[in-house]
């Protein structure tokens, strides 16, 4: 895998302009954000990743960028893009600002302008206008909030639709070229596990192992990973976002692993977890069959027309009959005291994808499959968690370059030095 910087087909905006152009309504105009970077401390901001809507349309992850369309008599009559103009002291402290003819070629849009006249142009447009315009709301950012402002006191009139639903349907689907990239990160997630595992042993701490995977992306040219990364020991598997890290893994211990990449923007979401020791004890291997077990399940009923509501319940109650079965559990009733979370979520340029968890699976759907069972008596606590592409018949697993198995598993770790 390349470490150079990775730029997408530009066909790949083409196309997602087109078929958002399909979606709003005539006589509209349509007014995005890439967003402004969030205050972290009194002179530092956060990493800027920007919009994933309005990466989604143009390629550019600048902050201070926006995109303008007008669509009249059922064509588009204007397409124009903002980013931020040069600004040499700026650029000295924080790096240089892509270019208008860079943007344009990232993109694919020639029509280009500095964000920092905005309002103008805006004002200039809006002049006797009289459709609708489309806005992110769901995008919360200082630039959205200028622009609401900016409305209610120029163009109170102009009626404001929210675009965010129509880029929850265009983006349910996934396209050949982005399950490509999902698979690719995929890969790069698949090595940092493999060095986890390279890496584990009795008396090191979670976050030595979260460094060593990060260590692997960084190595691969991907930067940060597509979501802050888990790894938890001991009783940690019991809080599923488990942000801190700082325990010490001792003899005896499995290791739950929730960890990810991203690949030119789109995500990977992998779960797995193995004993520090090499070997899966009996309880181990126990809690390991019951939720492999559910995933499989997961597997064979994910196809279109499919509930992730009804997919979830099935696992949960085979995880019921399973933990009765093991001992663990009295009556089914109770399962829900060791099966906590939902079975699945769609993935895409955001892990959690904006695509909505109750709605009708489709052919072309990308989702993760993530059992879980934790049984905190037995201090086991663990999810198998791999990604998917609904096709006609049922779905692919494209994560299957990850080991999953318990003799693969084992296999692995035999292999430590």
């Keep these: 895998m390349s470490k150079k910087q990775i730029e997408l087909d ?32 009194a002179d530092q901001y956060y990493h800027f990743e920007g919009n994933n809507n309005f990466f989604y349309l143009t390629g550019i992850r600048q902050e201070g960028s926006v995109l303008i369309i007008r669509k009249s008599e059922n064509k588009i009559i204007k397409l124009m893009l903002c980013i931020r103009t040069h600004d040499a002291h700026e650029e000295r402290w924080n790096g240089i600002r892509i270019s208008r003819s860079e943007a344009s070629r990232i993109s694919g849009i020639y029509d280009t302008t500095y964000s920092e006249g905005l309002d103008g142009i805006l004002k200039s447009k809006l002049s006797n206008f009289a459709g609708c315009i489309y806005a992110d709301k769901d995008n919360a950012t200082g630039s959205s909030v200028w622009f609401a402002d900016f409305m ?32 690719k990160a995929i890969e790069a997630t698949n090595e940092g596990i493999m060095k986890i595992y390279k890496s584990a042993h009795p008396g090191i701490a979670e976050y ?17 990973p597509s979501f802050d990364s888990i790894v938890a020991t001991g009783q940690n598997f019991n809080y599923l976002h488990y942000p801190d890290l700082n325990s010490i893994i001792m003899e005896g211990d499995m290791i739950l692993l929730d960890v990810g990449a991203s690949y030119g923007g789109l995500c990977s979401d992998i779960s797995r977890a193995f004993p520090v020791d090499g070997k ?19 597997f064979s009923l994910i196809k279109p027309g499919t509930y992730i509501k009804d997919i979830n319940a099935a696992c949960m109650q085979l995880a019921g009959e399973s933990l009765i079965a093991a001992g663990v559990l009295n009556k089914i009733e109770e399962v829900n005291q060791y099966y906590w979370h939902n079975v ?5 340029l955001d892990v959690h994808d904006i695509c909505g968890r109750d709605v009708c699976l489709e052919e072309g759907m990308v989702l993760t499959v993530e059992p879980g069972v934790y049984v905190p008596e037995w201090n086991i606590g663990l999810r198998i968690e791999d990604d998917v592409w609904i096709n006609a018949d049922g779905c692919e697993i494209i994560s299957n370059c990850v080991p999953r198995e318990i003799d693969e598993i084992e296999a692995i770790l035999a292999q430590r030095v």
Aim: proline letters at 2%; one cysteine or more.
């Design 344 to 348: 699945s979520h769609h993935l895409g």
């Design 10 to 41: 530009r066909n790949y905006f083409f196309e997602n302009r087109d078929r958002f152009f399909n979606e709003i309504g005539d006589n509209s105009f349509v007014v995005l954000f890439s967003g402004t970077a969030q205050r972290k401390s």
């Design 280 to 298: 899966f004890s009996k309880k181990q291997k126990i809690v390991y069959d019951i939720v492999l077990e559910c995933q499989k399940l997961a």
């Design 208 to 224: 030595e192992l979260a460094t060593e995977y990060a260590g692997v992306l960084g190595r691969l040219g991907l930067g940060e």
């Design 152 to 183: 209610d006191e120029n163009f109170p009139e102009i009626e404001i639709k929210d675009a965010f639903p129509i880029f929850s349907k265009l983006r349910r689907i996934k396209s050949e070229y982005e399950v490509s990239l999902i698979k």
